[in-house]
């Protein structure tokens, strides 16, 4: 926590309502203090504009919408946004206080994250950026930082209200595009677009850094990351940590796609993804993990090896500026690779330059024109090359798709069991992944045909919890779970499995459990006592007789009543009161067409 120092605002009330108290952190666009609502008595968070942004009405007018858009999203992963104001000129928010940590403190803390634990942080994230996407919001911002650990383990996203409505304008008139470089899609850099699938982007290049410790893209300007970003592919995290499980690369991959349309739309499905994978890997895969040496991520390409960047796209209309070091939760800390980037609205060269004389435009002009073909010349004469991607883990029909991105061909080839690898999935690529060659090249996949097959354990009578356990030790999937009546089976245990007991069975492939419903009370209405008897003597249960006098409709010496009442679950061994009518005959009529009320007994 940074020390507030002589800060002149600590101690003062804002809007006659809120005490500002010990400074937090401060960051490029705000100051964030613990304060306290003397209205409704509670700790608040409260972030303070710097007045350079507090001057700009501009900015204070829409900075306010969207403050009112992130208030109205509610959401147990979302920091909830209370007040907004303005007091003598300051802007403030008023937002939820969490006492805990950011996630870039707990990054910097441990390195890196196993891949529970990553996906464990990461599944509350996408909850919450999910449940902004869904209502049009976008947060545009998406980093450690901005990502609060709650004393109590609850994980929380703030900063929404620096996100703007997916509706809203594209462009601000002042041509600010808010994020931080390591974080930003492509289309973020060139355009300033920013929709959900920005912020799937930010959060793939967050789960990458999670799972390895490092930023995907090392440069030493923060323009040189930003063109990373828009020309290179994110490489695999197991490039980094030799051995992370491939289904990892593949969620990173799918996530940070250059290419927006193949991103998952909005964060629910990212969320969806990463809850498949969470559940696929192993129990002890952070343990396994931990051991791993890491290999950082490498510069960028040697000259040559790469195109240049873009004179036009990038090194013109780009301007960056770097932001404060200090790290906070007001989401605008930086790291030493995090920097606010600056688009102008004006195109082509900058006024000074337009004002130099015309030579030294003309001989910019020329320049120009020979580096273009100079270029095209050696894009037209050069051999182009591209790296086998990681596509162990992946489907024939993803493998394909990803190799051909990069202008690679795929074959199938043959089997083989691999136990690391699940059925139908690419167990093996020749060449191997990371291999330089030549596009056009043919990649041979060999497909696993899945671990050897496993019998299946005797798990009959057996209670459902003990059962899925018994079968997880085997090394199989407990599947679908199908409920059945059964007179012998308690409520509860296992009658049978599918595939049944001693027969082998794909470990990738579940066993279906069936599961007894116990026994349901039979309807006896109209029986006669032996035919109850009978039927309650098959099923286990044991009958208490109990009469009453017979009434006009209906027939003597038959069962007018149960309990338990007919379709009750019931167990062997229960008892069931059963009431029939009797054969007494009253001295006027045949029968009695009265209840009599006297309790004859148990027969």
Known sequence: MEMAGADPLVGHVL?????VGSRVARGGMATVYAGHDTKLDRAVALKVMHANLAGDEDFVRRFADEARHAAALSHPNVVAMYDQGTDQGRVFLVMEYVAGRTLRDLLTERGRLGPRAALRIMRPILAALGAAHRVGLVHRDVKPENVLLAADGQVKVTDFGLAR????????????LIGTVAYLAPEQVLTGDADARTDVYAAGIMLFELLTGYQPYQAGTPLAVAYRHVNETVPPPSSVIPGLPPQ?????????????????????RFH?????????LPPDIDAISASAVPVPPGPPPAAGGTQAPPPERVTQNLHVHPGASSSGRDGTARTPSSHTMVIPDHEGPPRKWRRRPRTYGLFAAAVVVALLLGGFAWFQTAERTARVPQLVGLSEADARLRAERLGLKVKAGSFRQDPSVPKDKVAQVEPGAGTQV???????????????????????????DQAEQRLRQAGLQPGRRLRQDSATVPRGDVITTRPAAGKKQNPDEPVTIVVSRGMTMPDLSGLTPDQAARKLAALGLNPQWRQQAPDGGRQPNTVVGQDPPAGRPVNRGDDVQVTITDQRQCEWGPFCSYDDGQDDGDW
């Open 272 to 280: 969806a993804a990463a809850g498949e994978v969470l559940r696929s």
């Open 248 to 268: 990892l690369d593949a969620l990173v991959a799918g996530a940070t796609d250059r290419d927006p349309a193949r991103r998952p739309p909005d964060a629910d």
């Open 438 to 464: 030549r596009t056009g090249t043919l990649l041979t996949l060999t497909l696993s045909s899945g671990r050897p097959p496993v019998a299946v354990p005797d798990v009959r009578n057996q209670p459902l």
């Open 15 to 19: 809007d006659g309502r809120y005490v």
């Open 165 to 176: 409505a997916e509706t809203a304008s594209r462009h601000t008139k002042t041509g600010i």
